[in-house]
């Protein structure tokens, strides 16, 4: 899952990876100081989430447009319309301009801490708030694949094949590795081993004692190495 963070001020914008690293490592995260460079990023990306410093220093005399400006940018884009934005700003009396003509899901008043940021995270994390997550992809006939991330119950490496696994069928593509699956999926899918990916969603029993979860009616296997982290993610779901 892609986050854009839009930040000019660089110490904050490292926190900022920081904090977000450490709430979701799956996030992969774009950044960019200015108005003209979160543009860029926009139209070469599939982002998930944005946050935007609402005053941006600009590079240049020509270059006068802030962060409100570029979300409005962002709600020109269909894919766009409903993605969640969160503000982030020292200057209040702006917040009602950004919430009336960007429709952002929230803002963060500087200085703003760990704390309130993933209270912000979780909230957009509930059903419903972020766009369900897609699986793209063709398979091994050249078939163009487009599915919901719900329908998806796990993905799995057979040699040089990638198997995904609906409760409608099996997929089977070569078009694209596991570690492109997983850069490209956010919440709720999971590595839990090193051939196989799980929606989390669809994990039903875990046998601890011998490292295999039921997803749907199959039982999948529990990588060693990830056993820990997925004792964690299961408990929470």
Do not use: W
């Amino acid at each position: 899952m892609a986050v854009l963070i839009v930040e000019d001020d660089p110490i904050q914008q490292n926190a900022l990876k920081i904090l977000l690293t450490e709430y979701n490592p799956a996030y992969d995260l774009l950044c960019a100081s200015s108005y003209a460079e979160g543009l860029d990023l926009l139209s070469h990306s599939d982002i998930s989430l944005f946050l935007l410093d609402v005053e941006l220093n600009p590079c240049d005399r020509t270059d006068t447009k802030d962060g409100v400006e570029l979300a409005r940018q962002i709600r020109q884009h269909p894919e766009y319309l409903h993605t969640p934005i969160i503000f982030l700003t020292s200057i209040p009396e702006r917040i009602l301009e950004a919430l009336n003509q960007t429709h952002c899901f929230d803002y963060l008043l500087k200085p703003y801490d760990r704390g309130m940021l993933y209270h912000c995270l979780d909230q957009i994390h509930f059903p419903g708030n972020l766009p369900e997550p897609q699986v793209s992809f063709s398979d091994t006939q050249g078939i163009h694949i487009r599915l919901k991330g719900s329908e998806v119950l796990y993905l799995c490496s057979c040699g040089h094949q990638i198997q995904v696994h609906t409760n409608d069928g099996v997929y089977t593509t070569c078009a694209m590795t596991l570690d492109a699956f997983t850069e490209k999926l956010g919440l709720p899918f999971f590595r839990c081993h090193r051939k196989y990916i799980i929606n989390l969603d669809h994990a039903s029993q875990y046998d601890k004692t011998n490292r295999f979860v039921c997803v749907g009616s199959e039982s999948v296997p529990v990588g060693r190495s990830y056993k820990s982290e997925f004792e964690k993610r299961y408990t929470k779901k």
